[in-house]
């Protein structure tokens, strides 16, 4: 098998991460307007807590639920208590911003405080193996791309054919026309950190199977990797982000099957570059 | 539920009556919870920069600065060498301190980041003034904290295998490892001589420590005529390998050098074993690799027979009995169960940072006893000759047997379980090789020797 259709594989798994992650994120900044860049730190708490209930004997997927969970409750709490009495004070955008990077580290070394520097790996069989052409997936495999899969069609019928949909729509489209039609944006926007939240949890503890191991900080580099995806894809835009997450991962995957593989971030980066000068708003942005 | 109904403002007005109550909840929640976070970074910091000082000395505590990497991939250096740290800074207080004052341990970390390290170095010395010795330091951090700590004239025993430091003298800097290029050396000569492999393939991190032996492994390789099939930089903040262990895979190489801490050899070997329809492919590793911790990580993902049928890597020759073992073993065994440990815990009388930075302690304390002062310009001239011997000088093995000597009024040449020390001008103390293995429940068996001819061979 060649390397070459070998990185294309590892690519779609590597994307299928980057899509939960990126579609949460966009999903939360979408109608919450704010980019919540503590987001990677929540994924990574998330995932030690799964990884305590793992370790306690709980099959690693049902342990991925309460990640979802934990994300969900950390996404609220960080909402509640942190984001909203800055924007009920007209916080600028970039303040905001810089309030999310200060909870990045108080996330992420809080973690650490609590679990240690040395990085953790979840108990879990890699199960059946599955080949497609001259490529064989792992079980383990197969499932992230799965959760990937169903993660992309949850959020598509959520946003498409649902009540809650329609008005996070409105609320990401005008959020004070949206309060005038009479849709109530504060729950709207509640629900929303919730539900990103649980994506965000899922999130990470895919990422911690998918790593094999994972620490305090390993998700450092990794937000950068979901905000590439999410401005790639256009800022906003859940299927922006799936389309942006595919082009990162098989991007940066494909990349290393010819150069230095500890460039292949940089290659994300070119990509997204070129994009921005050819099409600023994005691949499924909005053309200005 | 999300789209108001006519007239329903009752919401807006439960929520404006309760506007100060829940507010004040906020402020309060978001005070306990920031609270709570700082203080537990403030309790894992405190936590292991406690100072482990009996109270038998009664002089006031000097602080041995265990300068290292506790975060960040390399995070299992700074504790491996906290536990050398306690283990013979225990001892030396049990046997009366050093001149009447106790030794303690402070953990610095530097997250093995040379831009993390300065200031980290620079708050040391800002808030702790009676540093009397540096460890650690090692590759990730040298190149920019020693000039520091050498300008402060506190001696050091680093753990940096970089060659510049055979070229720049800094008066208070010593090691007892070698230098990257020699251990770079090692690993081929293992290949050549010892395992007969012809093709190989490199696979470090991107961290500084780990990508100064690239350079001299290729030149090593290509002296003694085999083949380097592949030569890849791991980043150590990447989650997976797979790509890169499809390139290695296809390489179909005999062997694998690697050093990549932190999480990445382990996802990287488990991937390497994966893509190669789980035939695991040859490593040798370099000393960095004979840790608890590394072990811990690598046998979960990889099994631990893998460890003890197919991997190797060079060591310096330490001690594996007589006195200065027996005394070494004990220190270390008197910190089972103090200290957070993963692994088999007799792994640390072989991992190069526990021995060596204990041989060091160790001869800095009794450089401060036979000068008589704990001022590093001050005592830094006798860690030479007690190192190195000098004429009728009496054999020591232990901290307090020196101290014994000394006060009999002998001079003293201290042999610790990293063997005879033999410090050049540049203080540096290369030793000779051994190789190692795993054994099935992780503790290290010494496999061979490297002769000097060898080595000669692959310079």
């Known amino acids: 098998m060649s390397v070459f259709v070998a990185s294309l594989a590892f690519g779609v798994i590597s994307a299928s991460v980057l899509a939960i992650a990126s579609i949460g994120f966009t999903l939360q900044f979408a109608v919450t307007n704010v980019l919540n860049l503590a987001y990677a730190a929540v994924m990574t708490a998330s995932a030690y807590v799964a990884y305590e209930v793992n370790q306690a004997g709980v099959v690693v997927w049902v342990s991925a639920l309460v990640g979802a969970a934990v994300g969900a409750t950390m996404s609220y709490l960080l909402n509640r208590v942190v984001y909203t009495p800055f924007q009920r004070r007209k916080a600028s955008p970039i303040t905001l911003v810089i309030v999310s990077l200060g909870m990045t580290l108080i996330i992420e070394f809080g973690t650490q405080a609590f679990v240690g520097g040395t990085n953790v790996s979840y108990t879990m069989a890699n199960g059946p193996t599955l080949g497609v052409g001259s490529f064989v997936f792992t079980g383990a495999e197969l499932g992230i791309v799965a959760v990937a899969v169903a993660t992309m069609v949850a959020v598509h019928v959520l946003i498409r054919y649902t009540r809650l949909g329609k008005a996070m729509r409105a609320a990401a489209a005008n959020r004070d026309l949206a309060r005038v039609c009479g849709i109530r944006t504060a729950r709207v926007v509640t629900v929303t950190w919730i539900l990103s939240g649980a994506v965000c949890g899922l999130a990470g503890v895919v990422f911690g199977m998918n790593a094999g191991s994972f620490g305090a900080t390993s998700t450092d580099i990794f937000v950068v990797l979901i905000l590439a995806a999410v401005f790639l894809g256009g800022p906003g835009e859940p299927y922006g982000a799936m389309v942006g997450a595919l082009v990162i991962g098989l991007g940066t995957e494909v990349s290393a099957a010819f150069i230095q593989p500890d460039y292949k971030d940089v290659i994300a980066f070119v990509i997204l570059l070129v994009m921005l000068v050819a099409r600023p708003t994005g691949l499924l942005g909005a053309r200005t | ?459």
């Open chain 2, 1 to 459: 539920m999300f789209i108001r109904g006519t007239g329903s403002t009752r919401h807006d007005a439960w929520w404006r009556s309760t506007r100060l109550s829940r507010r004040a909840v906020r402020v309060a929640a978001a005070m306990s919870a920031s609270a709570a976070l700082v203080l537990g970074g403030v309790v894992a910091t405190s936590g292991s920069a406690t100072a482990s000082v009996r109270a038998k000395p009664k002089g006031s505590p000097l602080v041995v600065a265990d300068v290292a990497p506790f975060t960040g991939v390399d995070a299992a250096l700074g504790p491996t060498y906290l536990v050398s740290c306690d283990a013979v800074t225990n001892a030396i207080n049990e046997a009366g301190g050093v001149l009447g004052h106790p030794l303690g341990c402070k953990s610095v970390d530097t997250r093995g980041d040379p831009a993390d390290a300065v200031p980290a170095v620079q708050q040391l010395f800002a808030s702790t003034p009676n540093v009397s010795l540096v460890i650690g330091c090692t590759s990730d951090e040298a190149a920019s904290v020693v000039p520091i700590i050498n300008a402060r004239k506190v001696v050091m025993f680093c753990m940096t295998g970089q060659s510049e430091f055979t070229h720049i003298k800094f008066p208070y800097f010593f090691r007892l490892v070698p230098p990257d290029l020699a251990t770079a050396d090692a690993m081929v000569a293992i290949a050549k001589y010892h395992t007969h492999y012809k093709r190989i393939a490199l696979a470090f991190g991107n961290d500084i420590g780990s990508q100064t032996f690239v350079t001299p492994a290729v030149q090593a390789i290509h002296k003694v005529g085999l083949d380097l099939v592949a030569n890849l930089t791991l980043d150590l903040t990447a989650t997976t390998f797979r790509t890169e262990a499809a390139r290695i895979v296809a390489a179909h190489p005999d062997v694998i050098f690697t050093e990549a801490l932190g999480s990445a050899d382990a996802t990287f070997l488990s991937e390497v074993k994966q893509e190669n329809h789980g035939k695991p492919i040859p490593v040798i590793g370099t000393s960095a690799t004979i840790s608890p911790t590394w072990y811990s990580s690598v046998s979960k993902a990889v099994g631990a027979t893998y460890l003890s049928k197919d991997y190797q890597a060079d060591n310096l020759v330490t001690l594996t009995s007589g006195p200065a073992f027996e005394a070494f073993k004990r220190a270390i065994f008197s910190m089972k169960g103090k200290v957070g440990n993963s692994g088999n815990f007799t792994t640390y009388l072989s991992a190069p940072g526990a021995v060596h930075l204990y041989d060091g302690i160790n001869l800095a304390a009794l450089a401060m006893v036979e000068a008589k002062s704990t001022t590093p310009s001050v005592y830094k001239p006798y860690i030479l000759s007690i190192g190195n011997g000098s004429p009728g000088a009496v054999v020591v093995n232990t901290f307090a047997q020196g101290v014994a000597a000394l006060k009999r009024g002998k001079k003293i040449r201290y042999i610790g379980p990293g063997g005879p020390t033999s410090f050049d001008a540049h203080h540096d103390s290369p030793g000779i090789f051994q190789i190692d293995k795993y054994g099935p429940k992780g503790q290290v068996i010494v496999a061979g020797t490297i002769t000097t001819s060898q080595l000669r061979s692959v310079k």
